[in-house]
């Protein structure tokens, strides 16, 4: 049986990443964000829009809040600050979807239909979740990669050093 607070400390841990990614993306330009970076959803403000629209997509199978997106590839927000606002908006709803995630739901399989409505597929729910996390840091990472190479450090990522760790 997985515990839950595996996912509650994730929830965290997205949030707090969630912040200092858009801190950093905040220090370039909208031009630079919007770029081209040769990236799979080429821009780091696409990739930004990639993750919000997974996540969102995801929550909407994990919750009974319907979240909207535009699907695969296609920008939720063209304003970063919009993007932003939206994005911590969403990483405050999945730390308190987390916090009543119980052993009994996360055991149970879910049966979902992808976004473009092309296929349906049942999978255990901590499998799912798992990903959702997992996916979220991979494209964190691929950003992360593009800003060092322009120059700026997202700084610290290692889950041990979170502040909520820190902190005690």
Known sequence: MI?????????????????KLYATCAQI???????????FFKSIHST??????ADRAWMTRFSSQVYEHKG???DIY?????????HLEM????????RDLSPDWLAL????????GTRTTTRPSWVLVTHMFNHQTHHRGQI?????????DIGVTDLPFMPAFTAN
Do not use: C
């Not at 879910?110 to 976004?115: A, G, Q, R, V, Y």
């Open 109 to 116: 399989d879910l049966t979902w239909t992808s976004s473009d």
């Open 29 to 39: 330009s909208d031009v630079e964000r919007k770029a081209d970076k040769g990236a």
């Open 144 to 152: 992360g990669t593009l800003l060092s190479q322009m120059g700026h």
């Open 48 to 53: 930004l829009n990639h993750i919000l629209f």
């Open 78 to 86: 063209s304003s970063f600050e919009d993007l932003r606002a939206a």
């Open 72 to 74: 695969m590839g296609v």
């Open 91 to 98: 990483a405050g709803d999945i730390e308190a979807w987390a």
């Open 3 to 19: 515990d839950p607070k595996l996912y509650q400390t994730m929830a965290v841990y997205n949030g707090w990443m969630t912040d």
